[in-house]
């Protein structure tokens, strides 16, 4: 874990109608050591408001050149202020936080479904797998439009893709049920993205007997677990509920474990 004082450079808007930013960050120390699943708190204060640093999940990272890259969504005050800096000006970030993805030996075929802003942090993962042989990766994304399906470029390398859009514009109409079959043959399944489609996945793979990995957001204090902002509740083996923190023990969850929001 790092803080340091991150020249800016790239902020740029990438979705129009969707209001996705870039911004890419000079970080050495984070770049040489962030796993897939990890995420930095970012420092988006402009004077003293907002005060907290905001959670942001790793979209890529370049080692040989210490660059980090985050792709967020304008939704609050601290992501409009994000999106006012500039390149060259320096944001103070600390990071990675949090535990990675679990990637265990010998699968040879696997799931990754992401959804609204939570696709831009599966791409981390995607190319990990990519890079470990897995055969046989399938990539099911979903959004409301085109708009919202970011990364597509760099997934179309990494494995099948397969999309869905509430309007059409993009893949399949309609949500991803249709892509989520009972004998899929899958070793594991990943999914970030919006509560109510982590939901179904969850189910889904529960259904299928299938080993399934969440991504959790949620609003954070600290970052490393001293606040206790982001507890969760969860499911412990005995059949017990315990309380979890997502940026300490998460935000990766066997799927089993975590209570979803009906």
Request: glycine content about 12%; some cysteine; charged content about 25%.
């Amino acid at each position: 874990m790092f803080l340091t004082k991150a020249k800016i450079l790239i902020n740029e808007r990438i979705r129009i109608k969707a209001d996705f930013y870039l911004m890419e960050l000079a970080a050495p120390e984070i770049a040489a050591t962030a796993r897939p699943g990890q995420f930095m708190m970012i420092s988006v204060a402009v004077g003293e408001s907002p005060f907290l640093k905001r959670p942001m999940g790793i979209n890529s990272v370049d080692a040989k050149l210490g660059c980090v890259r985050i792709i967020y969504q304008l939704k609050g005050k601290g992501t409009h202020a994000m999106s006012k800096l500039r390149p060259g000006e320096r944001l103070e970030i600390l990071g990675p936080l949090g535990n990675g993805w679990q990637i265990p030996e010998g699968m040879q075929k696997v799931c990754l479904v992401g959804g609204g802003s939570g696709i831009a942090t599966m791409l981390p993962l995607a190319r990990e797998l990519e890079a470990r042989g897995i055969p046989d990766i399938e990539i099911i994304l979903g959004g409301k439009s085109a708009e919202h399906i970011i990364c597509l470029e760099e997934f179309s390398d990494q494995g099948k893709l397969l999309i869905a859009t509430e309007d059409g514009s993009l893949g399949q109409k309609g949500i991803i049920d249709p892509y989520l079959q009972p004998a899929s043959g899958y070793d594991m399944a990943f999914t970030c993205g919006p509560d109510p489609m982590m939901r179904k996945v969850a189910r889904w793979a529960a259904a299928s007997a299938l080993p399934c990995q969440v991504s959790l957001e949620e609003r954070m204090g600290c970052g490393f677990g001293v606040c206790m902002g982001c507890v969760c509740e969860t499911k412990a083996q005995d059949g017990h509920i315990c309380y979890k923190r997502i940026c300490r023990e998460g935000p990766i969850f066997a799927a089993e474990e975590v209570f979803f929001n009906d």
